[in-house]
């Protein structure tokens, strides 16, 4: 990573990912009473108006990887510079779904050239995957393993730090970037603060994996404007079961 410049990069390298969370229990009253004494003081702390009580800021719980868990990760992959390949891994069963994807990081990102590439990944979607592995008991893949390593030998990438050029004031969205760079993006009838209510009240798991992929696609889109390339067309990408 210290020695390549971002045009210098094979894009096949990397894996672009997403995650989708929801928080742990499907509202406040469910949780028991030491569950409830916890999210309570958190939810003190991050109350900004008398309106804002524990109850009614529950459905956040699901940003903090100590109240939430792991619904989907959606992953892209570039198969040639022409063709990319998105698989989800989504389950009820966190566990599970980590195990699976913990599995797939092993046998083919295993190696240093290899990146992962996401969103704010290093501020949200990168930790909270390895905090959500250790509280389910999944190893950690070497790619999360980074205790001990050299800046330049962790092997994260994030679109929203390479925006920053080193501004490290502001947040820049992915809906701003992929409207500034005049990105196609699926016309979705959800954004993120849906998905607690999509996965505990509607029970529609597929809706967030549809809604997690765009943000994939979306981020290997913007990966390739950086770069000023072209971007990927409909055709180019395909689905894998």
Not at 22 to 46: F, H
Not at 55 to 66: D, P, T, V
Not at 75 to 84: K, L, P, Q
Not at 94 to 113: C, I, Q, R, V, Y
Request: glycine share 4%.
């Amino acid at each position: 990573m210290q020695h390549k410049s971002l045009y210098e990069i094979n894009i096949s390298d990397i894996l672009f990912l997403d995650i989708e969370t929801v928080p742990l229990k499907p509202a406040y009253e469910e949780l028991d009473e030491a569950e409830k004494e916890l999210w309570d003081k958190k939810a003190n702390r991050l109350a900004k108006s008398e309106e804002d009580n524990a109850e009614n800021l529950y459905s956040r719980a699901g940003i903090y990887a100590e109240f939430g868990k792991i619904v989907c990760i959606s992953c892209g992959v570039a198969t040639t510079e022409e063709r990319i390949r998105v698989k989800s891994f989504a389950s009820k069963d966190e566990k599970k779904l980590l195990e699976d994807f913990a599995a797939m990081l092993n046998k083919s990102f295993s190696t240093p050239s290899k990146i992962m590439c996401a969103h704010n990944g290093k501020e949200f979607d990168f930790p909270y995957i390895a905090r959500r592995m250790l509280v389910n008991g999944v190893f950690l893949p070497g790619i999360l393993q980074i205790a001990g390593k050299k800046p330049w030998e962790i092997q994260h990438l994030d679109t929203m730090e390479l925006w920053k050029f080193g501004d490290y004031k502001n947040y820049t969205s992915l809906a701003v970037l992929t409207h500034l760079f005049d990105i196609p993006t699926p016309k979705d009838d959800i954004d993120g603060s849906d998905v607690h209510r999509i996965f505990w009240e509607e029970n529609d798991l597929n809706r967030i994996v549809t809604y997690c992929q765009k943000d994939v696609i979306a981020t290997m889109q913007l990966f390739r404007r950086y770069r000023n390339e072209p971007l990927f067309t409909d055709e180019q990408i395909e689905y894998a079961d």
